[in-house]
């Protein structure tokens, strides 16, 4: 099966909340990424900003501890978890509903195995992104018996080495292809662009949102921020996967109208979550954030 989703497809995700509710309701979630290379002061503390805005209760962010000092001061809500060993990753997800991983990462040897560990070991839902996908490409096998329930996030370029095809050869038959790979490798497979397609290996589902404003710097973290987080809290399905899409890309578009296709950033995705859900809802409230 092939559809396209709209806002009407995922409204029932973004129901309002019982008043009784606290934040142990929905869920523990970890942004693991970071590097003396690229710090990403900003860029992790705005994942896990993104992360909360998308509904979770409580946000780790896991960093290296060389970089806590850059980190530190843009965090508020969220708490931190310095490492320097494997035992240090261990403590820190051993109680997480939902983890995102290899954003800023950068490319070391230390990395694949704390990548190998967290595959077999980590049972939670684990979104796997940029260098994480760079650093998975040395052990995609391991995919298929981890206890993870996995989303991968590619862009083209990315997809591409993990398939050892070019995006040529992708580009002439993306669905399929997306489809085989996410089958073989028991993961959803998410394949962003201007139309993202989400798979299981079963079914596709496609997703036309976002701007060309959204054409810039942290992005694509952005969006694996608010997958980490809803995946706190909902199933990890395609609706669910998608829902982050399409409020990703929303919100996308809300910034786009105040800050133009040419200056809006990344952040300005993440201070629209709010409003792209007021409008996935059908709440009152205008489309100014």
């Not at 996967?241 to 300005?268: C, F, H, P, Q, W």
Request: glycine share 10%.
């Amino acid at each position: 099966m092939v559809k396209e989703i709209k806002l009407e497809d995922v409204k029932c995700l973004f129901k309002k909340r019982d008043i009784s509710s606290n934040k142990g309701d929905f869920g523990k979630v970890g942004i693991l990424g970071g590097s003396i290379k690229y710090s990403g002061a900003i860029k992790l503390a705005n994942m896990s900003l993104c992360t909360l805005r998308s509904g979770c209760g409580l946000v780790r962010v896991i960093v290296p501890k060389a970089i806590v000092s850059s980190v530190t001061p843009y965090l508020l809500e969220q708490t931190m978890y310095p490492y320097e060993s494997l035992d240090d990753i261990k403590d820190a997800i051993k109680d997480l509903d939902s983890l995102a991983l290899g954003m800023g990462w950068d490319r070391k040897e230390d990395h694949l195995t704390i990548l190998q560990y967290i595959l077999e070991n980590f049972d939670g839902h684990l979104v796997i992104d940029a260098d994480g996908l760079n650093t998975l490409v040395a052990s995609l096998d391991l995919l298929k018996s981890s206890r993870a329930k996995i989303v991968l996030t590619p862009h083209l370029k990315e997809f591409s080495r993990l398939t050892n095809l070019s995006i040529e050869e992708i580009e002439k038959d993306k669905l399929g292809i997306a489809k085989s790979f996410a089958k073989e490798y028991h993961v959803i497979l998410l394949l962003k662009g201007h139309t993202t397609l989400v798979t299981d290996g079963e079914d596709v589902y496609l997703c036309c949102c976002g701007t060309s404003g959204m054409a810039t710097s942290g992005s694509g973290d952005v969006l694996s921020g608010i997958l980490a987080g809803m995946l706190g809290y909902l199933d990890y399905n395609l609706l669910t996967i998608s829902a982050g899409v399409i409020l990703n890309g929303l919100a996308g578009e809300i910034a786009d109208e105040k800050y133009t296709d040419i200056s809006m950033l990344a952040r300005d995705t993440i201070h629209c979550i709010p409003l792209a859900i007021k409008e996935i809802r059908g709440d009152e409230g205008g489309r100014v954030c």
